[in-house]
Structure formats: structure tokens, C-alpha cells
């Protein structure tokens, strides 16, 4: 029966903001895809908190229906593995060329260090903000004129910090193929600053993935989807609360 629920999913209008690279998925065995995979991993260590009927308040005062932070799975061995090695594996079948691996500050660094060892490259990553001492360095560790880099990321929102990150890399003579990252919104602002960046992001999980194992696993109702799906739409209308 709740099989049938969830694929009533399919019946709600849901915009169309497909990442750019939407290839088949690297499968995990048991026919569980590593979209499918991370995003079970992020519920069940309470990295993805969803509270459609509570939301959280942003920094920025938004109301939100779901609250992520995915430095925690940094705490799970498992967890940790199974993302680093969809990282490196994601690295090696869309960006195969790369020749050194890039953190945004602070999250992505320590991701950007394990995924840089399991594929032996180079890794580095790159500051918010110039340093005021020493070299002032603004990309931390080696960087080369003409090298395909790749910048890894724990999360896409409006993808800011990671388009700043490539973009300062591209300054210094580096080739940006992409960016990798654990899981995106799909918000439509940060798709569209992807674009006009030109960057192209990959992600290991997405937020329809996650809406799908939250219904699986009753964590949500499927009347909480539509205000799910509101918000993503647009987070600064908070008239997805009253749906």
C-alpha cells in the first residue's frame, strides 16, 4: 500500500531544474543507486532534518523545511566511506582528466582531502578571503598553470561559494571541469548561477531523491511534499507553510 502512495509523487507538478550532467547513476549493488544510498545515509545520522510543519530559520531569516549539515558525516566511518568513494568515483567517470582536486572553505576541505587520496592527486583548497600575513594566499597547497581541476563541495544551495572557488582557480590559469558535491536543493537560483558561471555541478544525492527515501521511511507524509517542493521552488516565498 504505501508503495502506491509514493508513486503518487509523480502526480505533483514538479519544476523542471534537471542538473546538467543527469547520467545513469552509479549503481551500488542490490539496485540501490548511490542517489538513493546517500540519501537514506543522511536521514538516518540526522545530517538532513526534514520539519515541513516546524521549519528552522536560516541565517539569512529564511523559514525552511529542512536543515542540512553534512560535516556530520564526517562522525560516521561508514557513512564517511561511502561518500568519499562516490566522490572519487563520480571524479573519475565525469571528469577524467583531472589532475588536482580543490575544498571549498571550510566544508568541503576534509572531503576534498579523502577523495584527492583515493584517486592519488593533489589536492588543495581556497580561502574565502585573501590571508593578511605570510604569502597571502588566497588557494592554499600547489596550484600549476593549464591544470583540469575539480572542486568539491558538501552542499549546493545557491552554489556560491563553490562558482567563487572556481572562478578564483580560474584566475589562476586552472582549468575548472566541474564540481563535485555530496547534495544539492536543485533550488532553481542555484542552478541558474551554475549556468551563467558555466560550472557544472554533479551531486551524489538531490532533494527529489531524499523527498522519495523520506516517504519510504515515513519520516514525511505525502501531503508534506507539496510544501516541500514549494520551497525549493522559491525559499524566499514562505507562503509554502500555509499549503
Known sequence: MYN?????????EIPNYAEPFDDTPIQMGKNETIKNKIARQLLEIGAIFLRPNDPFTWVSGIKSPIYCDNRLTLSFPEVRREIEQGLAETVSKYFPTCQAIYGTSTAGIPHA?????LLNLPMGYVRTGVKDHGRNN??????????????????ISTASSAIQVAEILREAGCNVLGIVSIFTYGMKKGLDNLQEANVINISLSDFDTLIETALEKRII???????LLAFRANPSDSSWQSL
Open 113 to 117: 582531502s579523502l577523495t584527492a587520496d
Open 221 to 227: 507524509e505525502l501531503s508534506d511534499v507539496k510544501k
Open 4 to 12: 502506491e502512495e509514493i508513486t503518487t509523487i509523480q502526480n505533483i
Open 138 to 155: 588566497q588557494i592554499e597547497g600547489r596550484v600549476e598553470f593549464g591544470w583540469d581541476v575539480v572542486v568539491v563541495e558538501d552542499l
